[in-house]
């Protein structure tokens, strides 16, 4: 059994940059996805090479930006366990109300967005509380377990198909009412159907398993402290820079075929560790590239709060119900906005952090979220 070992868990700043790039990239990719309308009709603004754009964006974002969250959503379960642990308490009933509070969150954001991973995650997270009273090297086992993506090798080795028929049904007429419906039709349909969506969407996308994976694998990062600059934790940190680089460079050139359901989640992957390990590595060696990330420490203290924003002022932007710009606007332009939108929010954050005297400690929803965390 997992027993703390007395460690003062400071604030990582580093881990509050890297949420701030998660935030800011799904937002850009929300943005390319005209936050989930893939429309029929002709898009009126286009350029020649949104196609690029829109492979580039694909490759460093999607899928890797959700990652990125779900293994600092561990890392912070992790810090608030061990911190209760110091203190002689158990932190599994608080967690489990705290989850039941993200859920809540989630019920507000699916009714803008149906592709809101909130409520998920606050299911999902409910595995940690049993795994962290396993000792580590069980630990270990289950993340090895759940990243040879094992639902999709099971389907490869044994032929078994999952039906995922429903899924698409679910988008088309979901889809149809964000490009005809009013605001209220919209949500009525997405607190209808958005939960069974994304959950349909995760097993579909080799998600599930992966999303597991990198919550346990944050969790068990935070127990190794990895993330702080200690002994020769930095020259981990390098080893997975160099592996993952390798792999995502040979990964490249692969041609995944029929093995392509399986492979391409252990793809991404890769290609996430590969982030992680570079911004990580990039920021105890360069007080130059801590000093540009500082902007997105401030960015990433507010996720919460700006992942809900985003999901509002996106769908007004581009649902029928607001400026409809899902056929307005080709990829590029779409990339454009989602800009405007992380530079719009940025700029609140800061407001909110640095606002002279009134400057607050967390985001407005953070604080609320930890308020009812710990009523007693």
């Known amino acids: 059994m997992y027993k703390t070992r007395n460690l003062p868990n400071t604030r990582i700043d580093v881990a509050d940059a890297l949420r701030g790039i998660a935030v800011a990239g799904i937002i850009l990719y929300h ?25 580039v964006m694909a490759w460093l974002l999607s899928g890797k930006m959700y990652g990125i969250f779900a293994m600092l959503f561990g890392l912070s379960f992790f810090i608030m366990n061990d911190n209760q642990q110091q203190k ?27 592709g809101d991973i909130l409520m998920l995650y606050a299911v999902y997270g409910l595995v940690l509380i049993p795994i962290s009273y396993l000792p580590s090297r069980a630990v270990w086992c289950i993340i090895g377990l759940l990243a040879i993506q094992p639902i999709e090798l099971f389907c490869l080795l044994t032929g078994k198909t999952i039906d995922n028929s429903t899924l698409f049904q679910l988008y088309g007429y979901i889809m149809g009412v964000h490009e005809n419906g009013t605001f209220w039709e919209n949500a009525v349909a997405n607190l209808q159907y958005g939960f069974e969506l994304n959950f349909r969407y995760n097993i579909f996308s080799g998600r599930l398993t992966q999303l597991l994976c990198l919550f346990i694998l944050g969790m068990q990062l935070g127990r190794q402290r990895l993330f702080y600059n200690e002994g020769k934790h930095l020259h981990y940190w390098h080893l997975i820079l160099c592996a993952s680089l390798v792999l995502v460079i040979t990964l490249s050139f692969v041609n995944f075929g029929s093995i392509a359901l399986w492979l391409g989640p252990t793809y991404n992957l890769m290609i996430l560790l590969m982030i992680v390990s ?99």
Request: glycine share 10%; net charge positive; charged share 15%.
């Open 88 to 114: 002689g308490r158990s932190f599994a009933g608080r967690f489990a109300w705290r989850m039941c509070l993200l859920f809540g969150f989630g019920l507000v954001n699916v009714a803008f967005y149906d």
């Open 278 to 376: 570079a911004v990580v590595s990039a920021w105890y060696a360069f007080k130059g590239v801590r000093r540009a990330l500082h902007h997105l420490c401030i960015f990433g203290r507010m996720s919460l709060t700006n992942y809900l924003l985003q999901s509002i002022i996106g769908c007004f932007v581009f649902y029928n119900y607001g400026l409809a710009c899902y056929y307005k606007v080709g990829t590029t332009y779409a990339v454009l906005i989602g800009l405007a939108m992380v530079i719009g929010q940025y700029a609140f954050c800061r407001y909110w952090f640095l606002g002279g005297r009134n400057g607050h400690q967390r985001g407005p929803l953070e604080g609320l979220w930890r308020k009812l965390t710990w009523l007693s």
């Open 31 to 55: 943005s390319v996805e005209h936050f989930d309308v893939f429309t029929q009709k002709p898009i009126l603004h286009t350029l020649s090479f949104d196609q690029t754009v829109a492979q």
